[in-house]
């Protein structure tokens, strides 16, 4: 019975918190360190601009947004028996000073589906996706939504804004493909079949006008002045140049 009623009242002689410093965003919010000690423990001091609150063994720390336009700190302190303390550093920051995305292309097969970016940023990135794809941030994630493609192949970027930090991150997903022309969008000419120009025998030439060429050809001309060979490519019949 005593030892109990010595557990139970007795102040903590060995304070260990989890963490020794916790960083908030701009925004503020929420964060719960652990704090292992042997006996009881309080809140000796606290901020004004923070509220740090004893659930069991675990300390919550809150923040409002800070509205002070400063880089804000300072200590909770949390004290056992006697002289036995811990600190636990708390900084705010004014505004966002990075965003850091984990990688900066992000691809999708023709299925599409989920994909998650980690962000290192200590500001609330504001998003916007390329038509064709959703994304989200929160808690440190920007999560990436593309439906099933079931038309050509698809890119754009996503942007990250918060105050005047910014990130971009490539996104594409794979669509339908022409077999006709591999997606491309264009096959041989078949007037010139990929030459470019024309012959009807002889020296004499001509620009395939089918596609782009133009000029002629012939006996006693000099070649480069009077002939303009085309791409040699065309539209691709099949898919009308799309490529899917
Ligand atoms: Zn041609
Ligand atoms: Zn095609």
Not at 18 to 45: L, R
Not at 66 to 84: S, Y
Not at 191 to 208: F, I, L, Q
Not at 236 to 243: D, K, L, M, R
Request: hydrophobic share 30%; proline share 3%.
């Amino acid at each position: 019975m005593a030892l109990l009623v010595l557990t139970a009242c007795g102040g903590a002689m060995v304070i260990n918190p989890e963490k020794n410093a916790v960083d908030f965003t701009i925004e503020g919010g929420e964060e719960k360190v652990d704090v292992k000690a042997d006996g009881t423990w309080n809140v000796k001091e606290c901020p004004e601009w923070v509220t740090a609150e004893i659930q069991d063994s675990i300390l919550v720390i809150k923040t409002a947004r800070n509205e002070t336009g400063a880089v804000r700190e300072g200590d909770i302190v949390l004290a056992g028996k006697g002289q036995v303390q811990a600190a636990i550093k708390v900084t705010q920051a004014a505004k966002c000073t990075r965003i850091n995305p984990e990688t900066d292309k992000v691809e999708f097969e023709k299925e599409g589906g989920t994909q998650t970016v980690k962000i290192d940023t200590d500001g609330s990135p504001q998003v916007e996706a390329p038509e064709g794809f959703t994304a989200t941030y929160a808690g440190g994630v920007l999560t990436i939504n593309a439906p099933s493609n079931e038309g050509g192949g698809k890119s754009g970027e996503i942007k990250l804004t918060s105050d005047d930090q910014s990130a971009t991150i490539a996104v594409t997903q794979k669509g339908n493909i022409c077999p006709k022309c591999n997606g491309t969008g264009k096959v041989k000419c078949s007037k010139c079949h990929g030459r470019g120009k024309v012959s009807y025998g002889g020296d004499a030439e001509w620009g395939c006008t089918k596609c782009g060429g133009r000029g002629y050809y012939g006996e006693g001309m000099e070649y480069g002045d009077y002939i303009v060979k085309g791409s040699g490519k065309m539209k691709c019949p099949q898919c009308g140049g799309s490529g899917h």
